[in-house]
């Protein structure tokens, strides 16, 4: 009895129900040795309290027990049962316990059946025996009957019917309570503790994922670490997948984009005649330097003809807008090179003959690192064209008298030959004057008065002028006595022969072109004999009213007499030396200076010399000393003309240079 009370103390009854015979319905299978699957446990129902004895103070029926539910650990087929012995006063042993039932799906184990719960509901959620003992040995279940076998020796020892007393029903309701509890227990602690597998049973299937985990080894930090990587690479090759979908869209509208439109505008003319491009070839850039959109065609196979010649020996070329590199490749008739380099050098290119000639210009950009937006290529223009100079060929002026100066210039020529001059007029032809060539026409103090055609000729180009030649107003004298004339006279063929040479002297400089002429003397002097006087001895009256007479000479030069008996000589313009010598007899000291482009100062009779021959000498310098009387001349070749004309600025012709 102290055992039944305490079991009965340690569980929480709520109410007391009478115990009813267990029973068990034994069918076997038809398929026999084959296990059925486990049926799905039926939530026992609570069977309210029936008693058939009033409740007393020290026997209250416990609550209907609450069997745990197992954790999901996987549950055997049968479960072995050990029910403590039944006390040693017990008249009978109680029957054996039917075989187990099937346990429930490990995952959900069933509750324990409440003692009497004899519907038909627990018997079908039990398995047939036969069932179970095909699978394992059978093993005793205690039962309600049993534990009232075992009951106190005061307890009736017979079957209990409708008929037996209270106090037994109540003994053998507690007995099975207490079995019952024993049975919950004991189906908690094999919940926690698998139970031994059987010869004859399967093996059981794990159903926990924990415990897989547990016997698999623990990850390594290698292990980990890989994982961790491999994860990161996947997840970075995706990000890279997805950017190059979106760079490879970006590219694609960029490059659709890129149209025409963007390709430079660039003019070139030559000469002042635009060229048409025959070919291109652009680079327009998409992103950056290192993908970009070409465009390229050639327009034209042929070289294009220009419309107009080339009137100019050095013909201008021009490329628009600047900034690119140009470069220029011209050839003659022959196929020849003759010029070869950048656009900026041809500036400088003259043309040696006239012809026709074939042209290629390049002009390339190619960019620089810092600035990547710059579209790249070139741009080809190839042409063919005709240099066809024709010199510009001009008078100083129309119209010259007897004894003055013409002049004839000649703009720039294609080949370094001097122009060509034919006339009847002495000249010393045409020498280099700034970027052309001058010739200097001396006009003889007899020359007849009139027209006179002027046939020059540069690069091919013939051009014929027409000069006039005016009388110039010369005076004359008349004398009874030929002693009486001017003295020292020196006459146009009387030169000496040490100065007779040096009138084919010819310098190319133009020596006045600064500072042109001055009179040579600084005193105050008289001209007893000028340019172009002819002095007669012994006309009649008639003859000289119509100044017709033989026997005069004309001077073709000046004689200088001093005022004041003596003075300095300087020069009347720069020049150089060509003799500074004492000619002795008529001559005296005799100086020439060559002012260049023939044109020459001729003095005689000086009381001393300054300067030696080959001197440079500039305009105002001293050159020696004044006698009595100087004969001064000036000379163009072997023509003389009228220095006084020169010395004011008298003469138009030397004022072109």
């Not at 390709?263 to 327009?284: N, S």
């Not at 290529?377 to 042409?383: I, K, L, R």
């Not at 004298?477 to 004339?485: E, L, V």
């Amino acid at each position: 009895m102290e055992e039944e009370k305490k079991a009965a103390a340690g569980v929480d009854w709520a109410e007391k129900a009478p115990a009813a015979p267990r029973r068990r319905s034994r069918k076997k299978s038809a398929a026999k040795g084959k296990p059925k699957k486990p049926a799905a446990p039926a939530e026992p129902k609570q069977q309210p309290a029936v008693s058939d004895t009033p409740e007393t103070p020290a026997e209250t029926a416990p609550a209907p027990l609450q069997v745990p539910e197992a954790p999901d650990a996987p549950q055997p087929d049968t479960v072995p049962v050990t029910l403590p012995e039944p006390p040693e006063t017990a008249s009978e042993t109680a029957p054996a316990q039917p075989e187990a039932a099937e346990q429930p799906d490990p995952a959900e184990p069933a509750e324990a059946a409440l003692p009497g719960a004899g519907t038909d509901e627990t018997a079908a959620a039990e398995p047939a025996p036969e069932d179970a003992a095909a699978a394992e040995p059978e093993q005793p279940v205690p039962d309600a009957d049993e534990g009232a076998a075992n009951a106190p020796e005061d307890a009736p020892q017979e079957d209990s019917t409708e008929e037996d007393a209270p106090e037994e029903k109540a003994r053998a309701d507690t007995i099975a309570r207490t079995a019952q509890l024993s049975i919950a227990q004991i189906m908690a602690g094999l919940a926690d503790t698998p139970a031994e597998d059987t010869p004859d049973a399967p093996p059981a299937e794990p159903d926990s994922t924990e415990e897989d985990t547990e016997e698999e080894p623990a990850d390594t930090l290698t292990q980990k670490l890989g994982r961790g990587v491999t994860g990161m690479l996947r997840w970075l090759l995706l990000v890279v997948l997805f950017v190059l979908v979106i760079a490879c869209g970006g590219v694609a509208w960029l490059y659709h984009n890129a149209t025409p439109d963007m390709l430079p505008q660039i003019k070139a003319t030559f000469d002042g005649q635009e060229l048409a491009p025959t070919a291109y070839k652009w680079h327009v850039p998409i992103v950056g330097s290192w993908l970009r959109r070409t465009y390229a065609e050639t327009l034209n196979p042929t070289p294009a003809e220009l419309a107009l010649p080339v009137s100019g020996a050095s013909p201008d070329l021009v490329v628009t807008p600047g900034g690119y590199s140009a470069q220029l490749t011209i050839t003659d008739a022959a196929g020849e090179s003759i010029y070869d380099g950048s656009a900026t050098g041809f500036r400088s290119y003259r043309f040696a003959e006239n012809g026709t000639y074939d042209a290629k210009l390049i002009v390339s950009t190619s960019g620089t690192p810092a600035d990547e937006a710059t579209v790249t290529g070139t741009e080809t223009w190839q042409f063919r064209f005709t240099v066809s100079i024709k010199p510009s060929i001009q008078l100083a002026t129309d119209s010259v008298a007897q004894g003055g100066v013409a002049a004839v210039r000649v703009g720039q020529t294609l080949g370094q030959d001097a122009p060509a001059i034919k006339t009847t007029l002495k000249n010393v032809g045409f020498v280099k004057a700034g970027s052309g060539w001058i010739c200097y026409l001396p006009i003889p103090w007899n020359q007849k008065p009139g027209n006179i055609d002027l046939e020059v000729s540069a690069d091919g180009y013939t051009e014929t002028l027409s000069l006039s030649v005016r009388a110039g107003s010369f005076s004359y004298k008349d004398y009874s006595k030929t002693s009486q004339m001017a003295a020292p006279y020196i006459g146009e063929d009387d030169a000496p022969a040490a100065v007779s040479k040096l009138f084919a002297t010819v310098d190319d400089k133009i020596q006045w072109s600064v500072g042109g002429f001055v009179q040579p003397f600084l005193d105050s002097f008289d001209t007893p004999l000028t340019y172009g006087m002819t002095e007669y001895a012994g006309r009649s009256y008639s003859e000289r009213g119509t100044n017709y007479g033989y026997g005069g000479r004309t001077s073709t030069n000046v004689i200088i007499r001093p005022k004041n008996g003596k003075g300095s000589m300087i020069a009347p313009a720069s020049g150089r030396v060509l003799l500074a010598k004492d000619l002795g007899g008529l001559y005296g000291n005799t100086l020439v200076i060559e002012h260049g482009a023939g044109l020459k100062s001729i003095f005689y009779g000086l009381a001393s010399l300054e300067v030696k021959t080959g001197d440079t000498i500039k305009q105002g310098q001293l050159l020696g000393g004044c006698s009595k009387a100087v004969v001064a001349e000036m000379r163009i070749g072997t023509v003389p003309i009228d220095p006084l004309a020169v010395w004011r600025s008298r003469c138009d012709g030397l004022k072109l240079y």
